[in-house]
C-alpha cells in the first residue's frame, strides 16, 4: 500500500515533518521492491533520518527510568527530569512523542535499572 503526505504508518506521526516526507518516498520504493512492510517502514524511517540530518548527526539518548515514587524522563547523564509521571505507562505517552520530536534515541529501563528496550536507533 503505498503512502503519502495524508496517509502514511501510525510510527511516522512523530516524526519531524522533513525526515516523515523522506521516509514515505523511501518506504514506498522499497514496497515496489517487494519489501516487507514492517521492514520497509524501518529502514526508510533510519535512512530518511540519515538523509536529511547528515550522515555524521549526532542523537541525543534520553532515559525513562524510575525515581522513588515516579517514573522520569531525562538526557542520559542527566540530573533534571524533563517530564515525570506516577506510572511508566503514563510517562511514556509523552516520551515518546517528545523523543522522536527531537529526533532522539530512548532507552527504557526496567525498575531494577535493567534495560528494557531501546527504540528510534
Do not use: C
Not at 503519502?4 to 516524526?15: E, I, V
Amino acid at each position: 500500500m503505498p503512502w503519502n503526505h495524508n496517509d502514511y504508518p501510525d510510527s511516522m506521526k512523530n516524526l519531524n515533518p522533513d525526515v516523515r516526507e523522506k521516509a514515505i518516498e523511501i518506504a514506498n520504493a522499497l514496497l515496489r521492491d517487494n519489501h516487507d512492510e514492517g521492514r520497509a517502514i524501518a529502514i526508510a524511517t533510519s535512512q530518511a533520518r540519515k538523509a536529511v540530518n547528515g550522515e555524521e548527526d549526532k542523537r541525543i539518548t534520553y532515559e525513562v527510568i524510575s525515581r522513588d515514587t515516579d517514573w522520569i524522563l531525562t538526557k542520559e547523564d542527566g540530573k533534571r527530569a524533563i517530564f515525570a509521571e506516577e506510572t511508566k505507562s503514563d510517562l511514556l505517552s509523552k516520551a515518546k512523542p517528545y523523543v522522536n520530536e527531537h529526533n532522539g534515541i530512548l532507552r527504557i529501563y526496567e525498575e531494577d535499572g535493567s534495560v528494557e528496550d531501546t527504540l528510534y536507533e
